[in-house]
């Protein structure tokens, strides 16, 4: 995250230099972007798998989250990895933090869905400070 810069991100995209911080003044405006980017491909990801699965035994949905795990670990890897460099930026900045939290809801709304749907008899809850 400390190499995350207007700069890189200009080089990165094959900007002119001072494009990104044309659109993103400050470096907060710059994650608050990347998280929304972020966030929508975690989602379209989610939905992919969401409108292809709909598990209702909890074996089902373990083959559910094993399909999701492979492919966090597989082709959207580097989603993954971002994921958790963000993380661990949102431990230190909480506006951030709370960005993810609400970023992150209809993902967690499907999963606590999917838990109820599988025969859970609990309560799910999901930490605040996760998405």
């Keep these: 995250m400390h190499g995350l810069t207007h700069r890189a991100v200009d080089g990165a995209a094959g900007l002119p230099v001072g494009s990104t911080s044309n659109h993103f003044?400050?470096?907060?405006?710059?994650?608050?972007?990347?998280?929304?980017?972020?966030?929508?491909?975690?989602?379209?990801?989610?939905?992919?798998?969401?409108?292809?699965?709909y598990p209702v035994t909890p074996d089902q949905l373990a083959r559910a989250m094993a399909v999701f795990a492979q492919d966090a670990t597989g082709k959207?890897?580097?989603?993954?990895?971002?994921?958790?460099?963000?993380?661990?930026?949102?431990?230190?900045?909480?506006?951030?933090?709370?960005?993810?939290?609400?970023?992150?809801?209809?993902?967690?709304?499907?999963?606590?869905?999917?838990l109820r749907i599988a025969g859970s008899t609990g309560r799910p809850t999901v930490r605040e400070e996760l998405p």
């Design 76 to 114: 959207h890897q580097t989603l993954t990895l971002a994921r958790y460099a963000i993380l661990v930026e949102a431990a230190i900045q909480p506006p951030l933090r709370l960005q993810l939290s609400a970023t992150g809801a209809r993902v967690n709304s499907w999963f606590m869905n999917w």
């Design 25 to 53: 003044r400050t470096r907060a405006a710059l994650l608050n972007a990347i998280v929304e980017r972020f966030a929508a491909r975690e989602r379209a990801n989610w939905e992919d798998l969401a409108t292809t699965m």
